[in-house]
């Protein structure tokens, strides 16, 4: 079986040398101590979750008195976290579509059709990408009172259909696509709209995934304008119920870490399920973008 | 060429145009709507005195000099760049550093990429709560409880002024330096295998083959890497929020804090929050076309 | 036999007094057929207990018997100072919602509540507000924005247990707890010495140090010439934390951690709930808290009711104060006269007015039995009310249901009823600016050994003195 041109430093006969041998098993080292280094809190947090109140603040133990997946249960019913979930993926749906209709919509104009004028807006674009968010959180806020949409998950998922980087990844992927295969379509009579949806979206699979994940995470992760949407109401995400948690203390710091474990799940899952194109995929995207 | 077709193309490419900005409407929409009417907002609230959400009188800049005149701007400000330092001294070299351990792992290199990026995937409120027990001062801290194994009696780490910026850069690192080092990574795997062996060959070491071909390569990705770090960084806000609330005494509040406190901490003074973000504004404009500037020095030099 | 005994007769003492109560008074103030819509926050959402929601269906039931027209909205609104402004500013606010004693002054004096003053006098019941609530809720004529929910008095949560391991208790097996904020401090260093637990809990963070502060600045003197806060010949605010008593108290801060050493690891960052945690598994001997919170050291964290005291504010060596204040009543500032009645009507039915009835009775005798079932100690609750005969009732009650050593509280509630220790509502303008204020004044003397007390508070009062200004004195 014939490997991969290797691409590493260490080549292969730098192994016969003895010092970079060592080196190597020095590398190797420091690899187990990163994966103890991003793996122990994880680990611990749910071994945390076991204990209750009084362990929690005052044992010197890393290891709960018992494993006893009943307190994680009682937790779960007791603060209700399923709504809370459910509200979290009905908002991280709605967020996903909108994230890849409008920002892919937006990007095939500015990567494919650029009609006269178009320069401008991808300057405008390019230029939010530096802003942050959260300066404009205040103004926004009152604009989402004015229209009468608190208290609902339509602004949050229309506020993914704006996203610059997005729509930036868009726009690079797009203008990466052959023009030879548009041209063509174009010549054969196809309307723009229908030249997207049977040409360019087929094309754009790696794209879409990445969009879409970078969407679920970061719609998944979101609570500041979640928070100040949804107030204090029945529609509260996962993360907004943590943040207030964490800024009303009703929770103790027990029920808390459990609360914790609670909200990382589904990102785990989406990780384990989505891990080769995330840490592949969306890395090469990453480097243009 | 006929006068008529090209009028004909002309209006053709015309109605073209159109309909290219009507497929894009529905974005620019939602691009006004969420990200620049806003942003224009703040800079109109910031030039007024407010009453809650009203614009009471135009009064120029007296919201920036009010909020810069303060003792805790100046302390923001400071500790702002005390974030950026720290979050250069720690978060920069070693997702370099990562990337290239990583990647020179003969196996298991799938499971050290999956562990490296695993932290970045876990949602950042989440991470910060979690944290705040490790760092805890009481027995019960898991850092304490780790530095009582080797004999060190409990410390407190939340409450001194000095560690508690450093503390949430680390956790900050701990979140994002392995999905930084996967860039990395991908950045060093387009290097050239062959220039390696040419170097072999000429009989440089492994550590010369690093500093002479691998880290020369990266520089630019380097370099683009930094100022985005910087971007990120200067907008540190939740985890200083939710981990120590600013303090002790305002030893870890950050500007965009500050902007959160004065819209939603109570004294809802709308106009002076949008004071402090068109500062943080015009600050990482700046950093931005510093870096250009330089950058495209740097290409021209090429 | 003997306790049934005595319970029967207090349920027919309790019927006597009910039966010369006035009954069905403001009942008559109200048109059967008024009509209007009202919009209820702080309902309770779908995840809140059961009971608690059967509660509020009740009273759903009950309004809609009473007053069929009057349509009542559900509404899950939870007040915080950031949500509320652009709602009310956007007409959007619940008509009723629930603010701390710290915001009606800054709502009323932005004119975003609403003015009750005529529903409360149809139902007869504005003379019988606690004055300093009015005081609290009014503006400068005098017009009525807010009723008073509950209210609190500051006193000190203590853990029996680690006053035990200390040695600090009598032979009747009571502790032997501070009076002063001296003794407090001595008795924190005996803890920390016999037990290696903090001897006080002192939650320090975003402005909860400087809440409790105030109480302590004040039992320095900073009352009166010397208050924190205080309105000048011209109508002016202002604040003044440079002043001897204020420098002592914070001297006195910084002493708890630098020379007595009894603080807890991370005060700076521990909030009100850890606070509690603290105290109740064992972690802090003592907290400053109030009657109300008994339940969270207790049934919330875990500490036995009988490990468990409540004492007065310790003394200091100028004054003894007791920061009093709760959580109030406030309204849409756009409601009309038939949605102040309507309101009005819907506190009654909930019992925040001073009538009793068979179904508030029931509401207070549940209230108490779940208290009593959870491990929370039942205790009085301080009225905010000054009718006589509707306190003595409620006090009834409460006996009935009683689940604690009432010689752990007797100094506290003797305290407040002799008039023994003076109560004081929280400073009158921008109070949590304040405390965010000397919190940080606090962080700095806790963190920083040999902290310069003088220029701190220097620092803090020119930053106050620029809001208040800014806010106020310059509008």
Not at chain 3, 34 to 42: D, E, F, V
Not at chain 3, 152 to 178: K, S
Request: with cysteine.
């Amino acid at each position: 079986m014939s490997h991969p041109q290797r691409t590493g430093v260490i080549r292969e006969y730098d192994m016969h040398s003895p010092s970079v041998r060592a080196g190597y098993g020095v590398i190797l080292f420091l690899c187990g101590i990163m994966v103890v280094i991003a793996l122990f809190p994880l680990v611990w947090v749910i071994l945390a979750g076991f204990k209750d109140l009084k362990e929690f603040v005052s044992s010197t133990s890393i290891l709960p008195r018992s494993f006893d997946i009943q307190t994680f249960v009682t937790t779960w019913n007791q603060l209700g976290i399923a709504k809370n979930y459910l509200n979290s993926f009905i908002s991280v749906a709605g967020s996903v579509v909108c994230a890849l209709i409008f920002n892919g919509l937006l990007g095939y104009g500015l990567g494919i059709l650029k009609p006269k004028g178009y320069g401008v807006v991808k300057k405008l674009v390019m230029l939010s990408l530096l802003m942050p968010t959260t300066i404009s959180i205040v103004p926004l806020f009152m604009n989402i009172q004015k229209l009468g949409l608190g208290n609902s998950f339509l602004p949050l998922w229309l506020s993914y259909g704006a996203n610059a980087m997005y729509v930036i990844l868009f726009v690079q992927f797009f203008e990466s696509l052959p023009s030879s295969i548009i041209e063509a379509s174009r010549i054969d009579g196809c309307s723009q709209l229908q030249i997207f949806f049977r040409i360019v979206l087929p094309l754009s699979k790696p794209i879409c995934s990445v969009v879409a994940i970078f969407a679920i995470n970061a719609a998944w992760s979101d609570f500041l304008l979640p928070y100040l949407v949804l107030r204090g109401g029945e529609l509260q995400t996962v993360m907004v119920r943590l943040f207030v948690f964490s800024t009303e203390q009703t929770v103790n710091a027990d029920a808390m870490m459990r609360s914790v474990v609670f909200s990382m799940i589904p990102p785990i899952i989406l990780f384990f399920i989505f891990q080769k194109q995330l840490t592949e995929n969306s890395v090469s995207v990453g480097i243009k973008g | 060429m006929d006068g008529k077709s090209t009028r004909a193309r002309r209006r053709g490419k015309t109605g073209e145009n159109i309909k290219s900005w009507l497929i894009m409407l529905p974005g620019l929409l939602l691009m006004t709507f969420f990200v620049w009417e806003p942003l224009f907002e703040s800079i109109r609230m910031s030039l007024y005195k407010t009453r809650n959400v009203e614009l009471v009188r135009y009064i120029g800049l007296d919201n920036f000099i009010s909020v810069m005149s303060k003792d805790d701007f100046l302390q923001a400000l400071t500790n702002t760049f005390t974030y950026t330092f720290w979050s250069l001294l720690i978060g920069f070299g070693l997702p370099i550093l990562l990337a290239l351990l990583i990647g020179e792992t003969r196996r298991g290199k799938g499971f050290f990429r999956t562990a490296a990026y695993l932290p970045n995937m876990l949602p950042g409120l989440a991470v910060i709560i979690l944290w705040s027990a490790f760092f805890s001062g009481e027995k019960s801290g898991v850092l304490n409880i780790l530095l009582g194994r080797l004999g060190v009696p409990p410390q407190s780490y939340l409450t001194n002024y000095r560690l508690v910026i450093p503390i949430i850069i680390v956790i900050a690192t701990w979140k994002g330096a392995g999905a930084t080092a996967l860039i990395y990574m991908a950045g060093m795997s387009g290097i050239n295998a062959e220039l390696y062996e040419a170097a072999a060959i000429d009989g440089a070491t492994v550590w010369q083959r690093v500093v002479h071909i691998l880290l020369p390569a990266i520089r630019k990705l380097a370099g683009t890497l930094l100022i985005l770090q910087i971007i990120s960084v200067f907008q540190i806000m939740y985890e200083p929020m939710v981990l120590t609330k600013g303090g002790p005494d305002n030893a870890s509040l950050s500007l965009m804090q500050l902007m959160w406190q004065y819209a939603f901490g109570g004294s809802m003074n709308y106009g002076k929050a949008s004071a402090v973000a068109v500062i943080v504004t015009v600050i990482l404009l700046l950093m931005t076309a510093v870096y250009s500037y330089f950058n495209r020095k740097e290409s021209d030099w090429d | 036999m003997n306790r049934l005994l005595k319970n029967v007769s207090l349920v027919l003492v309790l019927c006597l007094l009910f039966a010369a109560l006035p009954a069905g008074m403001a009942e008559g103030a109200v048109d059967p057929d008024l009509t209007c819509t009202i919009t209820l926050g702080n309902w309770p959402a779908d995840t809140a207990p059961e009971a608690e929601k059967a509660l509020f269906e009740g009273y759903k039931a009950t309004m809609a018997r009473l007053y069929p027209n009057v349509t009542l909205v559900p509404d899950y609104y939870s007040y915080t100072l950031s949500n509320y402004v652009p709602m009310a500013k956007g007409n959007t606010a619940p008509s009723i919602f629930q603010p701390p004693f710290t915001d009606p002054q800054l709502l009323i004096s932005q004119h975003l509540v609403g003015d009750v003053t005529d529903a409360l006098e149809a139902y007869g019941v504005l003379d019988k507000f606690s004055p300093s609530y009015v005081e609290m809720l009014a503006d400068e004529n005098g017009r009525i924005y807010g009723l008073p929910r509950d209210g609190y008095v500051l006193g000190m949560h203590i853990n029996i247990d680690l006053f035990r391991q200390a040695g600090l208790i009598d032979e009747e097996g009571l502790p032997i707890y501070p009076k002063t904020l001296q003794e407090m401090a001595e008795y924190g260093q005996i803890i920390r010495e016999k037990t290696g637990k903090a001897g006080l809990v002192f939650p320090a963070s975003e402005t909860y140090g400087g809440w409790l502060f105030t109480n302590i600045a004040w039992n320095f003197g900073c009352v009166g010439d010397s208050a924190l806060e205080y309105q000048d010949e011209d109508g002016r605010w202002v604040c003044n934390f440079t002043s001897p008593e204020c420098v002592k108290a914070m001297e006195f801060m910084r002493d708890l951690k630098w020379k007595y050493d009894i603080l807890n690891a991370d005060a700076t960052t521990t909030d009100w709930a850890g606070a509690h945690s603290l105290l109740g598994t064992g972690e802090a001997a003592m907290n400053f808290a109030a009657d109300d919170s008994v339940d969270q050291p207790t049934a919330n964290k875990g500490l036995p009711v009988e490990d468990f005291a409540l004492i007065p504010f310790p003394a200091g060596e100028a004054g003894r104060y007791a920061l009093a204040g709760g959580t109030c009543y406030m309204f849409a500032p756009n409601i009309t006269k038939d949605q102040g009645i309507a309101l009005m009507a819907y506190l009654q039915v909930i019992g925040k007015l001073p009538f009793l009835n068979d179904e508030i009775i029931a509401g207070m005798r549940a209230d108490y039995a779940a208290k009593r079932d959870r491990g929370a100690p039942v205790l009085p609750a301080i009225s905010a009310w000054t009718d006589e005969e509707y306190n003595a009732a409620k006090q009834a009650i409460v006996d009935e249901y009683c689940n604690v050593d009432m010689r752990l509280y007797r100094d506290f509630f003797d305290s407040l009823s002799e008039g023994t220790i003076t109560l004081k509502s929280e400073e009158p303008v921008f109070a949590q600016q304040l405390y965010r204020e000397l919190t940080a004044v606090i962080q700095r003397m806790i963190t920083r050994e040999g902290a310069d007390v003088m220029k701190a508070l220097q620092k803090a009062q020119d930053s106050f003195q620029e809001y208040l200004d800014d806010e106020i004195n310059d509008y």
